[in-house]
């Protein structure tokens, strides 16, 4: 079947330090990939995304990259900040079946000053 | 603005009481979707709808209903709620679902407690 895989949470950094979330999936056929972002309070927010294999999604300092060798898209920024404090779920979307995104469980991020 | 609306925010409500949470996008989407979002379990589908009169079942459909008569509303019905629905809910909306799509629009959320 189809599924993501996040790594567990929650993880606390400082402010300014390096921030990776793995993030590796499943999935029968050729997925397009997707981080969103939940703040405290609110719905999700599209943060980028990837269609095909090798492309790089990037927003707000934020980066991955589809490895369609290692099945994974994992979630890097070079430097967070405290609003970057959030719930960031990595997701799958494909064509086939029952059209829906199909999302890790989450992982909590707290930046702290 | 370009947004998808659902209403209410939060509900309390007794089991067995029917509720109704609407859900209304405002940018001509085709596709429409429910997802409840549990501790440790991330989202799951519930319905979806490709277009106006075309719903489907999506991982967890026991115990609701949706309609889609209108392109913009996609209302999901809890007919006789239990406690283990209270959850987190959240309508989204896309334009093109599956590979090469431009991401989903989702509501702000509906907390939902059943007591």
């Known amino acids: 079947g189809n599924s993501v895989t996040q790594m567990e949470g929650p993880v606390t950094l400082s402010e300014e330090a390096f921030l990776t979330i793995n993030c590796t999936y499943t999935a029968t056929g050729y997925p397009s990939l997707f981080w969103y972002v939940q703040y405290p309070g609110e719905g999700l927010q599209l943060l980028l995304k990837a269609t095909k294999a090798d492309d790089k999604g990037s927003n707000k300092g934020f980066e991955a990259t589809y490895r369609k060798e290692t099945t994974s898209f994992h979630l890097e920024k070079g430097s967070v900040q405290v609003s970057d404090s959030a719930v960031y779920f990595c997701a799958l979307s494909l064509m086939q079946g029952a059209q829906k995104l199909v999302f890790g469980q989450g992982t909590r991020l707290t930046i702290n000053p | 603005e370009a947004q998808v609306t659902q209403n209410p925010r939060y509900l309390i409500t007794v089991t067995g009481k029917k509720l109704t949470v609407t859900c209304s996008q405002n940018m001509n989407h085709e596709y429409m979707s429910w997802y409840r979002q549990d501790p440790g379990l991330g989202l799951r589908q519930i319905y979806y709808?490709?277009?106006?009169?075309?719903?489907d079942k999506g991982d967890v459909p026991e115990g609701y209903k949706v309609s889609r008569k209108e392109k913009r509303n996609f209302p999901l019905i809890l007919e006789s709620p239990s406690p283990n629905q209270t959850s987190l809910y959240f309508c989204?909306?896309?334009?093109?679902?599956?590979?090469?799509?431009?991401?989903?629009?989702f509501g702000s959320g509906t907390r939902l407690t059943v007591v």
């Open positions: 989204a909306s896309t334009p093109q679902p599956g590979q090469g799509a431009r991401g989903y629009t």
């Open positions: 709808s490709m277009n106006v009169e075309v719903t």
